[in-house]
DNA sequence: CAAATAAACGCAACTAAGTTGCACTTACAA
DNA sequence: TTGTAAGTGCAACTTAGTTGCGTTTATTTG
């Protein structure tokens, strides 16, 4: 039977993800653990997490992936319409999770997933 | 006096751009031209054109950048808030010109640029 | 029209993100 | 406690994008 284990590793990365404000990158969570697994892991237990739900990808303005927590809602109703913010000044992906945008779109269109990123300054760099 | 010059090549990838109707990267516009110019140099007139209004840049859900014309609308205001659509089945990515989002978010953020991307099926492989 | 010159170009080399194959290790179920 | 499939490390690879530098060329100016 296919199982999903539990490693020192993936539980580590996964409360890195899970306890911050902001998205995080392969390189932030490679740099924030120091040596606990190898580069190709961390980018191995992020497709886990995803596929397990716990977390979700959101893709930067500069084209890198970022993986924050999802809430409980996610579990839920599994959404990720939010909007992301990220700040040109200290370069952090922060979820709006509250904020949500609407559109109307010609109904030819069948839409799978939604990624709507603005840039610009956040709250803590003003 | 710092001047821009018209060369073969951006001329050339400029029309190209300006007569499609999904937005292009770099690797497609190399294999249009077809050993017109080194890749670097599109690189650099793809910068150029971004920097003379002419075209915008629109990251793909890939993380690939691509390049689509600025409507004239463009050039009057320079905004670029319309949502564009990503097909995971013909992998074209579109700028819908007339869908905008909108959305409400606190007012400590300050918005310097937006980035609104659906994917799913595109009208042409439904 | 010719010469000067700065913009544009080609090439080689580089970085950074992400992926793959394969042998080795380990979590955990039986 | 042990078998085995899931997970890991390492090396090598791909692809997007950048940089430095010497050469070419579009355009300006005399």
Same mark, same amino acid.
């Given at each position: 039977?296919?199982?999903?284990?539990? =490693? @020192? /590793?993936?539980?580590?990365i996964?409360k890195?993800? &899970?306890?911050? =404000? @902001? /998205?995080l990158?392969?390189a932030?969570?490679?740099? &924030?653990t120091?040596?606990?697994?190898?580069?190709v892991?961390?980018?191995?237990?992020?497709?886990?997490?995803?596929?397990?739900?716990?977390?979700?990808?959101v893709?930067?303005?500069?084209?890198?992936?970022?993986?924050?927590?999802?809430a409980?809602?996610?579990?839920?109703?599994h959404?990720h319409d939010?909007?992301?913010f990220?700040?040109?000044?200290?370069?952090?992906?922060?979820?709006?999770a509250?904020?949500?945008a609407?559109?109307r779109?010609?109904a030819?269109?069948?839409?799978?997933?939604?990624?709507?990123?603005?840039?610009?300054?956040?709250?803590?760099?003003?």
């Amino acid at each position: 039977m296919k199982s999903i284990r539990n =490693t @020192v /590793a993936k539980n580590e990365i996964h409360k890195l993800i &899970a306890g911050s =404000t @902001v /998205a995080l990158s392969q390189a932030e969570l490679q740099a &924030a653990t120091k040596g606990l697994c190898d580069r190709v892991t961390i980018y191995r237990i992020l497709d886990r997490l995803t596929q397990e739900g716990l977390i979700h990808k959101v893709l930067n303005v500069d084209g890198v992936m970022k993986y924050a927590g999802c809430a409980d809602t996610c579990k839920a109703q599994h959404k990720h319409d939010h909007i992301h913010f990220s700040c040109q000044k200290c370069k952090s992906l922060t979820c709006l999770a509250g904020v949500e945008a609407s559109y109307r779109l010609p109904a030819a269109y069948t839409v799978m997933e939604a990624n709507f990123t603005l840039s610009g300054i956040c709250p803590n760099c003003t």
